[in-house]
């Protein structure tokens, strides 16, 4: 099996609002070849959801990809992931609120370092947003996976209202923007 963070595989663990949303996107996403919802950023081991909807452990609800860089660029995953949340908008996506749903990017590795914050900056000098970016790039510290029912919630859930306005129009954004790299 390859090591994790080889040339064939790298993982990125990216917090923008309610983990649904990113997994329903991103679990599609040709190149990608896991999508984990979990638990990021926080001060408590072993959180679980109503500790982190708490706001009580310091959390962020991410998601962690594991993908094929041949297929799949961190650049390209960046551009989704800029596509589909609010990166203006400190602890809240809509009307989710609180730190849990603040926008994150936990990198691996230096050279993500050095993508991300390339990235960013040619997102601030194009003037892509009209308000500042208040993503949080951090290291990534532990990975709590989030629990089984949260795994693959729009799939399993798609007639649920959130699932339906919220999820389904982020899934929609996507692939109206990035129509060749869903599957």
């Given at each position: 099996m390859p090591h994790l963070n080889s040339p064939s595989h790298d993982v990125i663990t990216?917090?923008?609002?309610?983990?649904?949303?990113?997994?329903?996107?991103?679990?599609?996403?040709?190149?990608?070849?896991?999508?984990?919802?979990?638990y990021m950023g926080g001060t408590v081991d072993g959180p679980d959801y109503e500790a982190v909807c708490a706001g009580t452990t310091g959390h962020a609800e991410v998601v962690q990809l594991k993908f094929n860089p041949t297929?799949?660029?961190?650049?390209?995953?960046?551009?989704?992931?800029?596509?589909?949340h609010d990166p203006t908008t400190l602890n809240r996506q809509g009307n989710d609120v609180g730190t849990q749903y603040r926008s994150a990017i936990f990198w691996h590795h230096d050279a993500q370092h050095n993508i991300i914050q390339h990235y960013l900056s040619e997102l601030i000098e194009r003037r892509d947003f009209a308000d500042p970016i208040v993503t949080e790039i951090t290291p990534a510290v532990t990975f709590w996976p989030a629990e089984r029912y949260h795994q693959h919630y729009f799939a399993q859930h798609p007639?649920?209202?959130?699932?339906?306005?919220?999820?389904?129009?982020?899934?929609?954004?996507?692939?109206?923007?990035?129509?060749?790299?869903?599957s």
């Amino acid at each position: 099996m390859p090591h994790l963070n080889s040339p064939s595989h790298d993982v990125i663990t990216l917090g923008g609002g309610c983990f649904w949303c990113l997994e329903a996107v991103f679990s599609h996403l040709r190149g990608v070849e896991s999508c984990v919802s979990g638990y990021m950023g926080g001060t408590v081991d072993g959180p679980d959801y109503e500790a982190v909807c708490a706001g009580t452990t310091g959390h962020a609800e991410v998601v962690q990809l594991k993908f094929n860089p041949t297929l799949v660029d961190l650049r390209t995953l960046l551009d989704i992931f800029f596509t589909i949340h609010d990166p203006t908008t400190l602890n809240r996506q809509g009307n989710d609120v609180g730190t849990q749903y603040r926008s994150a990017i936990f990198w691996h590795h230096d050279a993500q370092h050095n993508i991300i914050q390339h990235y960013l900056s040619e997102l601030i000098e194009r003037r892509d947003f009209a308000d500042p970016i208040v993503t949080e790039i951090t290291p990534a510290v532990t990975f709590w996976p989030a629990e089984r029912y949260h795994q693959h919630y729009f799939a399993q859930h798609p007639e649920q209202p959130y699932c339906q306005y919220v999820v389904a129009s982020k899934v929609r954004k996507a692939v109206q923007h990035f129509p060749d790299l869903f599957s």
